[in-house]
């Protein structure tokens, strides 16, 4: 299945955004407009600097009216008709797909951003610059530290604004919903380092890709973390009752979850057996999952 796009649950339905605003001196936000049942209002895409040159964090999907509303929003918020250059979470595609359309209003802008070549070349993103975790992007009285979280997607990239104290999350921490763990290209036991590696960092706000702005970030962090541990502990008491397939796991665990959004939820059973598969804590025989 289609993986990158579904990006959040549904508890992100119905959620209001602006379409751009000014949260801090340094931050401020213009919403890429490409709402979904799984990416909320749709991408936060955010201005970060002080002056009349901030650089733009994620660019969206490519919706029509981004570009203009990009533009407006620079005016307004920053009294600026330039942007310094484009820094990337990761490759999937309601992040780095407006790049074309961003460097056709703004000029051929540099992509700074963690190598995914298939992905950054499919979305139309590529030539970028390649960055890795530890680096440090200057925009005018801000810097972004890149930090490694792995696990959502492979080149994922969370950035700390160490003079505001704030990280950009991406879709690693989100301002509703939980993080898919994709089939293809994700992977659980990496997401969960990546968020005990945000949990050491000194945060007061979260500015997530998705979803409103979170002020509550060691609790936030601390929920997401729980909720796969409670997950991971619901698959093994399960399957202690013997060998079970994917969808009986789910039925047994999500009691609380309408029926439509048991494929959903399949996914994420499924990235906990991959989990524990490779910690040896379970084996899979024609389908059926068992406790080794
Ligand atoms: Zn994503």
């Not at 994620?58 to 533009?71: R, W």
Request: charged share 25%; glycine share 8%.
């Amino acid at each position: 299945m289609e993986g990158p796009g579904r990006i959040v649950t549904d508890s992100m339905i119905g959620i209001r955004l602006p379409d751009y605003a000014r949260y801090t001196s340094r931050v401020a936000f213009v919403l890429g407009q490409n709402p979904t049942m799984f990416t909320g209002p749709g991408t936060n895409t955010y201005l970060v600097g002080l002056g009349r040159r901030p650089l733009l964090l994620d660019t969206g999907a490519g919706v029509a009216v981004y570009p203009e509303l990009l533009a407006r929003g620079l005016v307004e918020l920053s009294g600026s008709r330039e942007i310094d250059k484009i820094v990337a979470t990761h490759g999937h595609p309601d992040h780095i797909g407006g790049v074309r359309q961003v460097r056709e209003k703004f000029g051929h802008l540099e992509v700074l951003k963690k190598p995914w070549p298939e992905r950054d070349t499919a979305a139309g993103a590529a030539p970028i610059t390649a960055i890795e975790p530890d680096a440090l992007i200057f925009a005018e009285g801000a810097t972004l530290q890149a930090v490694s979280t792995p696990g959502h997607a492979p080149d994922h990239l969370c950035y700390y604004l160490p003079e505001e104290r704030a990280l950009f999350t991406g879709d690693v921490v989100l301002g509703a919903g939980t993080t898919v763990i994709p089939e293809d290209s994700g992977d659980l036991a990496q997401y969960m380092d990546s968020l005990r590696r945000l949990l050491e960092l000194d945060v007061e706000t979260i500015y997530p890709a998705h979803g409103p702005v979170i002020r509550n970030p060691k609790q936030k962090i601390r929920e997401y973390i729980a909720h796969r541990e409670l997950r991971e502990n619901q698959v093994l008491d399960t399957l202690r009752q013997g060998p079970l397939e994917v969808m009986a796991i789910v039925k047994k665990i999500y009691t609380d979850v309408p029926e439509f959004l048991h494929q959903a939820a399949a996914m994420s059973v499924r990235s906990h057996l991959r989990k524990l598969l490779n910690e040896s804590a379970v084996v899979e025989h024609q389908g059926r999952w068992a406790l080794r």
